[in-house]
């Protein structure tokens, strides 16, 4: 049954909102336009900040749907946890659209907010105003995902969260360093 979650999560993860803001938006692929990124953080240079935000909601959502199913199944915090790697992977890799996707950051925000809740809130402050500081959503990831583990630390969670608060975004970064070198190619 925890692997029908973790397809489930994956599933979840694929649904394509930036792609779909596009083509309702503008009639095109995000993927062509901007950094080529199908994620919120293009649709929002490329569509608008309207659509940027609705992306970005839906692509939280996408993660916190995946915890909370975990969740009401009553899976183990282990599988809850591969659920919501399970989210971003599909998010990042989605099959419908030859696995193209975005960088997984909102996703994984949605993930973080189920798993650690207090230290996400407080580390998605601290990124916000790193954002509204400095407009660089680069800059705000890195300090907030940067010192999540820390904060997940300070509030004693779980060796396992303290892992996860570390891993999640470690793939969050990796795909946005693949995705930035291909763009630049």
């Known amino acids: 049954m925890p ?40 649709a929002y240079r490329c569509l608008g900040r309207g659509w940027g935000l609705a992306v970005f909601v839906f692509d ?25 790697l399970a989210a971003v992977l599909g998010h ?19 993930v973080m907010l189920l798993i650690a809740t ?15 500081f400095t407009s660089s959503v680069i800059a705000a990831s890195a300090v907030m995902f940067g010192l999540l583990w820390l904060a997940v630390i300070l509030y004693g969670l779980p060796g396992g969260v303290v892992a996860y608060s570390i891993g999640l975004p470690v793939v969050v970064g990796l795909t946005h360093f693949i995705r930035s070198r291909k763009n630049r190619l």
């Open 3 to 42: 692997l029908l979650f973790v397809l489930l999560s994956y599933l979840l993860g694929t649904f394509p909102s930036a792609y779909l803001a596009g083509y309702l938006s503008t009639d095109r692929d995000i993927r062509l336009m901007g950094d080529h990124n199908m994620g919120a953080q293009n």
């Open 118 to 132: 207090q230290p996400m809130l407080i580390m998605g402050g601290l990124g916000l105003l790193v954002l509204l």
């Open 60 to 84: 939280l959502a996408k993660g916190s749907l995946a915890i909370t199913l975990a969740l009401a199944a009553g899976l183990s915090p282990g599988w809850v946890m591969f659920c919501g």
């Open 92 to 110: 990042n890799w989605p099959v419908w659209l030859g696995f193209r996707g975005g960088r997984g950051e909102a996703t994984a925000i949605g």
